[in-house]
């Protein structure tokens, strides 16, 4: 055979338990990057550092951060509440307005390209493509400030289309992302306060529907995806959200 392809074998070390990954890091996390950064049907390679790396940048950093940042901003500024404020057109500055249309664009395509990404066992491009609209989301809120726009009752109308435009994202996502994290999925949609499951959504139901919803509470702020540290001694407290 080719010398260069390195098999997994017990004698040569590099053997991963993935029973042992699932139990130290959840089932979820473990789905998410094989099926993420692996080709669906082709060939990968695994180590631990990949692994940790992955989760902590798509899981934590990006999907984490934009959850908890949007959640702990409807506490603050609308105690918790859905905000009842849609007025896009109200966003003064451009490069916010060409940020909130590239999210709503993101989050068209991904309505599209999700449902036929995973007919067609394309599950990697299905992630992708649902990953760029946390992406897009992400920059929205790094251009729109609305921890600023809640400090001036002026812009009451730009914070809470804010808020909304992330919490209709994170609706979507949780219900793209549900085949391969379910219960992350799960614990994101209770989170937002949503009726029902994310499974449960077809059709319509899993179409982009930016505006002010109907009244909801959403749940306490909490860590979905805490960062992953390789030298923390497995088993820890769990992480409090701060």
């Given at each position: 055979g080719d010398d260069t392809q390195v098999k997994m074998s017990k004698s040569l070390g590099n053997v991963v338990d993935p029973v042992e990954l699932a139990a130290r890091f959840g089932t979820d996390a473990l789905r998410f990057y094989l099926i993420d950064s692996i080709p669906t049907g082709g060939d990968g390679e695994f180590s631990l550092e990949l692994f940790v790396d992955h989760c902590n940048t798509h899981l934590a950093n990006k999907l984490g951060n934009l959850a908890s940042r949007t959640v702990k901003l409807v506490h603050n500024g609308y105690a918790g509440a859905t905000p009842p404020?849609?007025?896009?057109?109200?966003?003064?500055?451009?490069?916010?307005?060409?940020?909130?249309?590239?999210?709503?664009?993101?989050?068209?395509?991904?309505?599209?390209?999700?449902?036929?990404?995973?007919?067609?066992?394309?599950?990697?491009?299905?992630?992708?493509?649902?990953?760029?609209?946390?992406?897009?989301?992400?920059?929205?809120?790094?251009?729109?400030?609305?921890?600023?726009?809640a400090k001036d009752p002026a812009r009451r109308a730009e914070f809470g289309t804010a808020l909304n435009a992330l919490l209709e994202t994170l609706r979507l996502v949780a219900t793209w992302a549900w085949p391969v994290i379910p219960g992350k999925s799960e614990e994101l949609w209770r989170l937002l306060g949503l009726p029902g499951t994310p499974a449960e959504q077809r059709g319509d139901a899993a179409r982009p529907a930016f505006g002010a919803p109907a009244a909801r509470t959403l749940g306490e702020p909490v860590i979905l995806f805490p960062r992953v540290d390789l030298k923390a001694p497995a088993g820890g407290p769990p992480a409090k959200a701060k």
């Open positions: 404020e849609w007025a896009p057109e109200a966003f003064a500055d451009p490069a916010v307005r060409e940020a909130f249309a590239a999210l709503t664009a993101a989050a068209e395509a991904a309505a599209e390209e999700v449902p036929k990404a995973s007919e067609e066992i394309r599950l990697d491009d299905a992630l992708a493509s649902a990953w760029r609209v946390v992406e897009r989301a992400n920059e929205f809120v790094d251009r729109s400030r609305p921890w600023d726009l």
